[in-house]
């Protein structure tokens, strides 16, 4: 069975400091690998995938992230903070057989301090 | 391109009382995909629906059914409510003709049990 971890269910960070969310993944099969955003009273909105293309993965917002097979990680980073990235991100992971079952991690809520 | 539609965004229901949630994939996508959103258990996956047939199921009680239109149109419906089902209930689709498309998702229902 998949699964994904995320370390620090809360990360408080400055403005304009570097944005570091962890995730580590658990998959028998090569992994299709998501990090989504909520915004409050909102549904998720997709930052960047990993489909085995390239390890660095570049997403929107100015959001990247590594995919490293050998620590089984997929941390999310942006060099700069901005107050408009406070939100919950989640990290997920599905199959690479067609499965479009999504499992998520619990999220990690950041805020930034001005 | 209009995005994914959930209707209602909001619902108060009274236990024993069922539910219909309905969801519209953007335009194209034949995989919708259920979820639900507890502040307890996190995001967790309820069914997905491709061509109208049930492809993949959550570790939900019966009381969770879904369908699939011709038109790629989805609902859930949970009978005999519970205080435990007060939740958001997010539709995600995707065009899912190739591994590891993404999800596309709505900005959900927020179902309140009382």
């Known amino acids: 069975a998949q699964s994904v971890t995320q370390l620090g269910s809360h990360v408080s960070v400055s403005e304009g400091a570097l944005v570091l969310l962890r995730c580590n993944y658990s998959s028998s099969v090569p992994p299709y690998l998501f990090w989504y955003v909520q915004y409050p009273n909102q549904g998720l909105q997709l930052l960047l995938k990993?489909?085995?293309?390239?390890?660095l993965v570049k997403g929107i917002n100015g959001f990247e992230a590594e995919f490293k097979k050998s620590e089984t990680s997929f941390h999310l980073t942006k060099p700069s903070a901005h107050m408009s990235d406070a939100a919950e991100y989640f990290c997920a992971v599905s199959d690479s057989g067609g499965n479009e079952k999504l499992t998520f991690g619990t999220g990690t809520r950041l805020t930034i301090i001005p | 391109k209009a995005g994914v539609t959930q209707t209602p965004r909001y619902l108060i229901k009274t236990r024993g009382q069922q539910v219909t949630l309905s969801c519209s994939p953007i335009s194209g996508h034949r995989s919708v995909s259920w979820y639900q959103q507890t502040p307890g258990q996190g995001l967790q996956f309820l069914f997905e629906?491709?061509?109208?047939?049930?492809?993949n199921k959550g570790n939900f009680p019966g009381r969770f059914s879904g369908r699939q239109f011709s038109n790629s149109r989805s609902e859930m419906n949970v009978s005999t409510l519970e205080l435990g089902d007060s939740a958001l209930y997010l539709c995600?689709?995707?065009?899912?003709?190739?591994?590891?498309?993404?999800?596309?998702f709505g900005q959900g229902t927020r179902l309140t049990v009382v």
């Open positions: 629906y491709f061509s109208e047939t049930q492809r």
């Open positions: 995600a689709s995707s065009f899912a003709a190739i591994a590891g498309t993404e999800a596309f």
């Open positions: 990993y489909t085995s293309a390239a390890t």
